[in-house]
């Protein structure tokens, strides 16, 4: 196994490094930062001194290989907007997005997994329909929409939560989070509920197909055969069986709900990455656009590392170190 | 035990009764956009400066109309050609407590001009004072080298720092802890993206505010910003989406406050090269002339516009049609430039006349993601042109790859694009500056047409621009302005004005706010109304 994580580990630096290069040599073909930067009223000698103190005087590979040789040194370069160093500026709102994606997901599991273990066990019924028409419609509305939607239903006209932003936060262990204060959780409630929808159909789905397959198996009939409860059944020996499809999907799409967060923080004014990443974007500051990208690749490796370890336990037939490269 | 509970239900009534008095003192503001630092010489830029005031004052204030006022300098006034005097304001301190004198204003002068850092510098504002003498703790003399008339104007964008933080520029300077202004707030809890806390600051020289605490909280999603503003969590936002204008007026819970700004919409139109390449015949082939270096094309594509619809349609009533630089009321402004008439027939007549009884083919390009409405004002301009016969395809597209195709880097270098929408807006508050980026022909070493996008150049305008430059009487400058702005954009059509933009903040009902034409919210010019 520890053979099995270090190799990984080489490999997820090389997909880092292969991540960085293609989106140095991208972002440097679009736009010109410079104009997104200066006053209007800039003259040209203003102009060429702001070039300069850029960098952006030198040609690409120049820069490039600058900015390779400051990364070893775990300096990934100066934010052209704050002027600080694009890593602090990310590490800095990364507990906001990843508050928000946890709670997404603990949602989606909640919400997700008896409502379609339920239809799945009882496809007939009226109510399956009705869940499972509800997921349709998770899947297809667009959620900056849904977004909107919230805000105007329960913050304008019930007034029943806060429409925007991240409320009271409690430092632990210096990480600042919002979900030990009912302000905090009123704020966090909108937009992971906004965030986990999509999720939530998903789990539905899964869960829901998973549960059809597996209750037919000779193993349930014999559980059911040998008098076991049905609690038992269904919490046990259908429940352990249907996870594995479950988690996989789970851990490859929480990569998603931190790196794609950037509709729901936006609509929600929600202060994490995925907003940053998009004014970062909009203003062209490549230190930060390029840092932001390594950083997902990175967290993208390590979840699916930690997914395939969760393989292992949940179903004792897969052997780590069989998998070899 | 009945009596218990009566008096705990009393105290919570109490409570929430009282809660709303304790809140009055506090404004809490949505905005648009945030700074990227409080350090008010790192980015010369409309966010940051308008955060910047209020934790820093200036040598001259500029009121809501730009016009200027007296701010840490008392009074000022030319001595002769070359050297303005100061005088400076007594007994006021800053934050940490020092006082402020002379000493501080030559050191802001110099850090704003020579900040290693600056995204965009002041050094455009301070480099004209090629000398600043102390005369004594409060008295200063500003020496330039050439009469320079708009020495006033430019301090008033200069922000004035204590020197007592020398040699600061990241870290404490950027999130504030060691920014010390002596403006009428002090900075208190930043979180980027999140919040904004400012506190009052009791020594403040100028009139006392009214809040207690500014909380300003960066929405950046409009839809999102107004729903934050109905459903109470925030009290004041800015740029209110056009579309929601109408509806928001009959809201009685809601007060808008409009007004026009300082920011012209026009078009370049290239009158350099001789083969434009967004440029063909009316059947599609290369063209061997511009078409746009004739006056006659120019003006024709100025007649077929039809500002007033676009004002109607486009912006939903919210803007003015401009026919020159600056709106009404601004310093310079000639009286001679009425809006130009809607005439698709004589558009045609002179197109015809130019030699074009067929028109042409042409590509106006412009950003979908700067000005207001800007898409939606090309296309609109894209059906008007091609009714008289210039077959118009509208391209728009993200500011970032717009403006890095359509930037100006002299006639080695033009913009890629030949005909392209664009904004401008006047920070100093009168025509010169428009006049020198957009028409004044390209000059490195004068600084001239560094947003000359259609390469525009006539030497009589440029001689007249030259002297009003060099005019420190204010009237005689005036009238210069207006004619340098009668060739310009009257007699040579050298850009086509289209609108002035006009700006919409909106209010709990009871908060009164005067539109600026900066552009700026400032949170302790929101006042309750009486």
Redesign the interface.
Same mark, same amino acid.
Request: glycine fraction near 16%; proline fraction near 7%.
């Given at each position: 196994m520890t053979v099995f994580i270090v190799r990984r580990l080489l490999q997820a630096f090389l997909v880092v490094w292969a991540m960085s290069f293609l989106v140095f040599v991208g972002v440097n073909l679009v736009g010109d930062p410079v104009e997104m930067m200066v006053n209007d009223e800039a003259d040209q000698e203003e102009r060429e001194r702001v070039i300069k103190a850029m960098g952006l005087d030198k040609p690409w590979y120049v820069q490039y290989l600058h900015f390779v040789g400051r990364a070893f040194q775990g300096d990934l370069g100066k934010s052209f907007v704050y002027g600080e160093e694009s890593l602090g500026i990310i590490v800095e709102r990364m507990p906001a997005t990843f508050e928000l994606a946890l709670a997404a997901l603990l949602m989606a599991i909640i919400i997700g997994i008896p409502l379609g273990v339920y239809s799945g066990l009882r496809p007939g019924s009226r109510i399956s329909k009705v869940i499972m028409a509800g997921s349709i419609l998770g899947f297809s509305l667009p959620t900056f929409w849904v977004g909107l939607m919230f805000i105007m239903v329960f913050a304008v006209m019930l007034g029943w939560l806060p429409s925007t932003g991240r409320g009271d936060v409690v430092p632990i262990m210096g990480i600042n989070v919002s979900f030990l204060t009912i302000d905090g959780l009123s704020h966090l409630f909108l937009p992971a509920l906004n965030l986990a929808l999509f999720k939530i159909s998903l789990v539905i789905r899964l869960a829901r197909a998973g549960t059809r397959e597996i209750v037919h198996q000779d193993y349930i009939k014999f559980a059911r055969a040998k008098g076991l409860s049905t609690n038992r059944v269904v919490l046990v020996h259908l429940m352990k069986n249907i996870m594995i499809p479950v988690v996989t999907v789970l851990g490859l799409e929480f990569g998603g709900l931190i790196a794609f967060s950037v509709v729901t923080e936006t609509v929600f004014a929600w202060p994490g990455m995925g907003k940053l990443i998009i004014d970062s974007i909009q203003n062209l500051d490549r230190p930060v656009i390029v840092a932001y990208l390594m950083i997902i690749v990175l967290v993208f490796v390590i979840i699916n590392l930690v997914v395939d370890v969760l393989y292992s336990v949940l179903d004792p037939r897969v052997r780590l170190q069989d998998v070899k490269a | 035990m009945y009596m218990r509970k009566t008096l705990a239900y009393a105290a919570a009534v109490a409570a929430i009764s009282l809660a709303p008095v304790v809140q009055a003192q506090t404004l809490t503001i @949505?905005l648009g956009t945030e700074p990227? /630092?409080i350090d008010p010489h !790192?980015?010369? *830029?409309g966010p940051n400066n308008q955060i910047a005031q209020h934790f820093f004052s200036r040598l001259i204030e500029q009121d809501h109309k730009q016009n200027l006022l007296p701010g840490l300098a008392t009074s000022w006034k030319p001595l002769n050609e070359l050297t303005w005097e100061f005088k400076l304001r007594k007994g006021v301190k800053f934050h940490d407590g020092s006082d402020f004198d002379a000493d501080d204003v030559i050191f802001s002068m110099h850090r704003a001009g020579n900040h #290693?850092?600056?995204? &965009?510098?002041f @050094? *455009?504002y301070t480099k004209a004072a090629s000398t600043i003498k102390k005369i004594d703790s409060h008295t200063l003399h500003f020496i330039s080298k050439k009469p320079y008339p708009l020495m006033a104007v430019d301090l008033s964008n200069v922000h004035i720092v204590s020197a007592n933080e020398k040699d600061k520029w990241? $870290?404490d300077y950027?999130n504030g802890s060691s920014a010390f202004g002596t403006g009428p707030y002090k900075v208190g809890k930043w979180? =980027? +993206?999140?919040?904004l806390e400012m506190v009052r600051y009791d020594g403040y020289h100028g009139d006392k505010p009214h809040w207690e605490k500014i909380i300003i =909280? %960066?929405? =950046?999603?409009a %839809? &999102?910003?107004l729903?934050?503003l *109905?459903? +109470?969590?925030v009290d004041f936002i800015d740029q209110v989406p056009t579309v929601d204008i109408a509806r928001l007026k009959t809201n009685d819970k809601v007060q808008l406050s409009q007004g026009v700004s300082n920011r012209v919409i026009y078009l370049h139109m290239d009158q350099f090269r001789d083969n434009p390449e967004f440029v063909k015949t009316h059947d599609g082939k290369p063209v061997t002339k511009n078409p746009f270096k004739d006056v006659r094309v120019r003006k024709a594509v100025n007649m077929a516009i039809n500002r007033t619809a676009i004002v109607e349609r486009v912006m939903e009533g919210v803007a003015i049609p401009a026919g020159q630089l600056l709106p009404e009321g601004f310093f310079g402004r000639s009286a001679n430039l009425p809006v130009p008439k809607y005439d698709p027939a004589g558009a045609k007549k002179l197109l015809a006349e130019a030699g074009y009884p067929n028109g042409f083919q042409v590509t106006l390009h412009g950003p979908n993601?700067r000005y207001i409405n800007d898409a939606k004002i090309v296309e609109a301009i894209a059906q008007m042109l091609t009714r008289i016969g210039i077959k118009t395809t509208p391209d728009t597209m #993200?500011? /970032?790859?717009f !403006?890095?195709h359509g930037?100006n880097r +002299?006639p080695a270098k033009p913009p890629k694009w030949n005909f392209l929408l664009v904004g401008? $807006?006047s $920070?100093?508050g009168e025509p010169s &500056?428009p006049l020198r /980026?957009l028409l004044g022909t390209y000059s490195?070493p004068k $600084?001239?047409g &560094?947003?000359n996008r259609g390469l525009h150049s006539d030497p009589e305008m440029d001689k007249v621009l030259d002297e009003a430059l060099a005019t420190v009487d204010d009237n005689k400058r005036a009238a210069l302005l207006a004619k340098a702005t009668e060739i310009g954009v009257g007699r040579n059509q050298g850009i086509i004005t289209l609108h002035y933009q006009v700006n919409t903040w909106a209010g709990k009902k009871g908060l009164t706010y005067k539109a600026r034409t900066d552009e700026r919210t400032t949170g302790f010019l929101v006042t309750p109304s009486k």
């Open positions: - | @949505g990227t /630092s !790192f980015h010369n *830029l #290693p850092n600056a995204r &965009s510098s @050094g *455009l990241e $870290g950027n979180v =980027k +993206g999140e919040v =909280k %960066p929405i =950046k999603s %839809p &999102s910003r729903a934050a *109905l459903a +109470g969590d993601d #993200p500011k /970032s790859v !403006f890095k930037k +002299g401008w $807006g $920070g100093t &500056s /980026s490195k $600084g001239w &560094s947003s």
